[in-house]
Nanobody
């Protein structure tokens, strides 16, 4: 059974940067499309970024495009989310997710990592 573990969250001042990591175990990492989501208190979960199996294709939501970068290292079974120019509206719990198919539901989720941006 595939398992995902995020790390790298924390407290940062507005304008700062963080890099989140998500390590995948239990299955062949390169089989999965990977994505990052976040959920702020009282808000719905929001998809932020997605990366294809080999990393050749990425997609970003309007809210983070130009500030966040998703990447993956298949040799390390890890997907990353580099977050720059953070603002207080980015405060949320961030989750990584894995999906075998091109579309549809995600097959596995991490436990989440808290990101707090102070003004």
């Amino acid at each position: 059974q595939v398992q995902l573990v995020e790390s790298g969250g924390g407290l940062v001042q507005a304008g700062g940067s963080l890099r989140l990591s998500c390590v995948v175990s239990g299955d062949t990492f390169s089989k999965y499309i990977m994505a990052w989501f976040r959920q702020a208190p009282g808000k719905e979960r929001e998809v932020l970024a997605r990366i294809s199996w080999k990393g050749s294709s990425t997609w970003y939501s309007d809210s983070v495009e130009g500030r966040f970068t998703v990447s993956r290292d298949n040799a390390k079974n890890t997907v990353y989310l580099q977050m720059n120019n953070l603002n207080p509206e980015d405060t949320a719990v961030y989750y990584c997710a894995a999906r075998l198919r091109t579309t549809g539901e995600y097959d596995a989720w991490g436990q989440g990592t808290q990101v707090t941006v102070s003004s």
